[in-house]
């Protein structure tokens, strides 16, 4: 099992490579949001936009023919509300359901509600530690821990057990937080859904996250022969990256 994220400490924005973006014409960005285009906060909700985001984004789609998408653990609803009318497309809850523009209906990926006793006993378990936070989803939960980081380990075995003898919900670490999702629902099938389609189709995927569960997005860009990149093994800070991605096409 692997372990959860720890707190992501403070670190100055060390100088690292660069890496080279494909310009303008050929990409297609695929970006994460938590931790990515935002800081992890300690709540989903109290999460801030930093001043000039929307304008980078904005100026971003343009320049690549509208190829923007968000690629998130939230729900598309949560997206429309932190960032309206700016991404070109939106994959929510890792993929589990999709959003190809911004008329467009919302596809279904997957669906299997969650199991309603497992909701009671979330909601019971989360208020044992003032503090933690229970997030409901379209097909899943995540319990947050951040205020209680010894927390950590009782969601997880109560999870566990929870999860026991059957196989279509799985358990997924995340910073300071433990996740049920449906089996099989992950960023990089959103990220190959997405690039079926125009804007996205024939350009190069870039797609860049900061978690654990970024990690198959990253991998299927690589695999599509495009990029991708970890925050903070690719850059050092969630605000380095968006400081190089302010400054993408100025020169082209």
Known sequence: MTTPSPAEPD???????APAFPPPDRAAFLLDFDGTLVDIAPTPASVKVEEGLVETLTRIRTLCGGALAIVTGRPIAQIDHFLPHVPTAIAGEHGLTLRRSPDAPTEPMMT??????????????????AGC????KQAGLVLHYRSHPEAGPVFEQEILAWLSGQDRFEIHPSKMAWEIRLAGVHKGKAVE??????????????FVGDDVTDRDGVEAARAMGGQGYLIPDDFPTAHAFRAFLAGYGEQS
């Not at 997405?194 to 870039?206: D, E, K, S, Y």
Request: hydrophobic share 45%.
């Open 193 to 206: 859904a997405l690039m079926q389609a125009p804007p996205f189709r024939g350009r190069i995927p870039v």
């Open 112 to 129: 299997t509600p969650l199991p309603e006793p497992w909701i009671d006993r979330a909601e019971t378990l989360v208020a044992r530690f």
């Open 133 to 136: 936070a229970l997030e409901r």
């Open 11 to 17: 670190r100055p924005d060390l100088p690292l490579p």
